[in-house]
C-alpha cells in the first residue's frame, strides 16, 4: 500500500521527552531525526492496522499487496464493499478479518460509524467506539490512534514487536508483565507515543542490524 508517509517528529517534543527521560537518548541519534510513518487518510489506515493484526511484517505486505492489487491501488470504502468475501478473504488470507473488514465498510459507509470523529475523541473514547466489533482487538485500535489519528499518549503494551524492543531497551529476557507495563505508562506519560515509536524503532534497528550480520 502506497499510503505511508514519513514525517520528522517535532524536535522541541524529543528534546523535552529526553530532557525528562535521559536514558532513552543512548537509542535516538542527536545527528537524525526522527522519522515516523503515518497514513493520514483515516479509511486506508483502519484497514491497515485490522489487516496488520496478529501478522508478522512479511505477512502483512503479502496482505496489503495483494489487497491493494485488487482495488487498483484505492482503499476506499466503496472499491472494498463491493468486494465478495471470499475474494477478500483470499487476498489477506483471513475469513475473519475479511468478515470485519466488510462490516465496519459497510456501517462508515451508511454513517453508522463515522471515522472523523476519532480525530476529537480520547484514547479510551475511540477503544469504546469499536467496542461491538468482537474480532478487533484494543491494540489494533491504538495502533490506528497512533498512525492515523496522531494521539500523543498511547502505549501499544499488546504488540509484540513493541514488546520486543521494550526487552532489549530494559536489556531483559524475562517475561513482561501488566504491572511493569502499567509502570512504565505512569513513567513515560504524557509521552507514551514517543515512548512506543522507540520501542518499535529499537526492535527494527536490531533485527536490521541481526540480519545484516546473517548476510556476512
Known amino acids: 500500500m502506497k499510503y505511508f508517509k514519513y514525517i520528522a517528529l517535532n524536535e522541541e517534543v524529543i528534546n523535552r521527552f529526553t530532557s525528562l527521560h535521559p536514558e532513552v537518548k543512548s537509542f535516538l541519534n542527536d545527528n537524525k ?10 479509511y486506508p489506515c483502519l484497514i491497515h492496522c485490522i489487516i496488520s493484526q ?8 503479502k496482505a496489503t499487496t495483494n489487497l491493494s492489487n485488487l482495488v487498483n491501488n484505492k482503499i476506499k470504502i ?17 475469513e475473519e478479518k475479511a468478515t470485519l473488514i466488510l462490516t465496519i465498510s459497510k456501517d462508515i459507509k451508511v454513517k ?5 470523529q476519532c480525530l476529537k475523541l480520547a484514547e479510551k473514547d475511540v477503544i469504546n467506539l469499536f467496542k461491538k466489533y468482537k474480532s478487533l482487538k484494543i491494540n489494533t485500535i491504538k495502533l490506528f490512534c497512533i498512525f ?9 503494551d499488546h504488540d509484540p514487536n513493541f514488546i520486543k524492543g521494550l526487552k532489549i ?23 507514551n507515543t514517543i515512548f512506543s515509536l522507540l520501542m518499535w524503532k529499537i526492535y527494527n534497528d536490531s533485527k536490521n542490524t541481526n540480519d545484516r550480520n546473517n548476510n556476512w
Do not use: H, W
Not at 496478529?54 to 505486505?61: A, E, F, G, K, P
Open 33 to 42: 531525526q526522527f522519522i515516523v510513518r503515518i497514513m493520514p487518510k483515516l
Open 54 to 61: 496478529d501478522y508478522s511484517n512479511n505477512q502483512v505486505i
Open 78 to 94: 466503496n472499491k472494498i464493499i463491493y468486494l465478495k468475501k471470499d475474494i477478500l478473504s483470499k487476498a489477506i488470507m483471513s
Open 112 to 116: 453508522i460509524l463515522k471515522l472523523k
Open 148 to 156: 492515523g489519528c496522531f494521539k500523543k499518549n498511547i502505549l501499544c
Open 169 to 191: 531497551f530494559l536489556k531483559t529476557k524475562k517475561t513482561i508483565n501488566k504491572s511493569l507495563l502499567n509502570e512504565i505508562s505512569l513513567k513515560y506519560s504524557p509521552y
